[in-house]
């Protein structure tokens, strides 16, 4: 089965429909959404790109990773 990882999903989201989503954004320096009370709240209106913008983290290095841990990546910004 594809992983597709919707960048216009939220966080929450995207971590109840693949486990890895969690641990490959924690890798990445997103520390806060390993803490369930976080992930259940931020992680509702949270985007990967909207994290990646407030943490100063290049969204191509998010992006590579999880191209590299199997994931094909939907809806990158232009």
Do not use: H, Q
């Amino acid at each position: 089965m594809e992983k597709v990882l919707d960048l216009n999903k939220n966080l929450y989201t995207l971590c109840s429909e693949y486990s890895e989503v969690k641990d490959i954004m924690v890798s990445l320096g997103f520390s806060e959404i390993a803490k369930p009370m976080m992930l259940n709240t931020m992680g509702k209106f949270m985007t990967i790109p909207k994290g990646a913008a407030a943490r100063s983290i290049p969204l191509d290095s998010i992006v590579e990773a999880f191209e590299a841990a199997g994931f094909t990546v939907e809806n990158t910004p232009e």
